[in-house]
């Protein structure tokens, strides 16, 4: 089964920062890739599919990228309401595997 | 509007049965995709499996292939996941989510219902 790996696991920053979290899968997963938002005791919310397109009522400052292995999800300015855990998720096909997630949180 | 509401919390002791349940609105429950995924206390979500309602065609994750069982009963739009025993480590709260942009392909899960979390303690 292919592996989803994000790094950094954690990550602290200032507001108005530019923040990147990585996503890898171990094999091609063409652009399958989604990026949800898990804010502390809520329900998660999906922010972007296809890796690139933005959901719907997203704010303008989270954008995704990449194709095949290798994905990023960037917050271009760090607000405050950002705080959540980020995980990424493959689904061409099955297992729809979770990456392990990306705790941000502000410094 | 699309939703998915979830049966409540439960409380169960080892080696007891359960099934929990999630109800779509809003959307032709046959021709999309449900889901159901775990969180642990403090950890990140985990993919279980996923059910078809059209046809009842069903893929688990191999964590939870022989784990759970899922099913659906498209006359009512009800998903379920269910255990035969369960064991304190199923402590965890369990969301059943769909995307509606696929049809017989798998989407992204943008609808998520709110959530049933099963507590496992003698």
């Known amino acids: 089964d292919i592996q989803m790996t994000q790094s950094p696991s954690s990550l602290s920053a200032s507001v108005g920062d530019r923040v990147t979290i990585t996503c890898r899968a171990s094999q091609d997963i063409s652009n399958y890739l989604a990026w949800y938002q898990q804010k502390p005791g809520k329900v998660p919310k999906l922010l972007i599919y296809?890796?690139?397109t933005l959901q719907s009522g997203v704010p303008s400052r989270f954008s995704g990228s990449g194709s095949g292995t290798d994905f990023t999800l960037t917050i271009s300015s760090l607000q405050p309401e950002d705080v959540a855990n980020y995980y990424c998720q493959k689904y061409n096909s099955a297992p729809l595997t979770f990456g392990g997630g990306t705790k941000v949180e502000i410094k | 509007e699309v939703r998915l509401v979830q049966s409540g919390a439960e409380v169960k002791k080892p080696g007891e049965s359960l099934k929990i349940s999630c109800e779509g609105s809003g959307y032709i429950f046959t021709s999309y995709w449900i889901a159901w995924v775990r969180q642990m206390p403090g950890k990140g979500l985990e993919w279980m499996g996923i059910?078809?309602?059209?046809?009842?065609?069903?893929r688990y994750s191999p964590s939870f292939q022989g784990q759970v069982t899922i099913s659906a009963d498209k006359s009512i739009s009800t998903a379920y996941l269910q255990w035969s025993s369960l064991k304190a480590s199923d402590t965890a709260m369990y969301y059943c989510v769909t995307g509606l942009g696929g049809g017989y392909t798998f989407f992204a899960f943008e609808i998520w219902g709110q959530g049933t979390m099963v507590t496992v303690s003698s």
């Open positions: 059910i078809y309602p059209g046809d009842s065609d069903t």
């Open positions: 296809a890796a690139a």
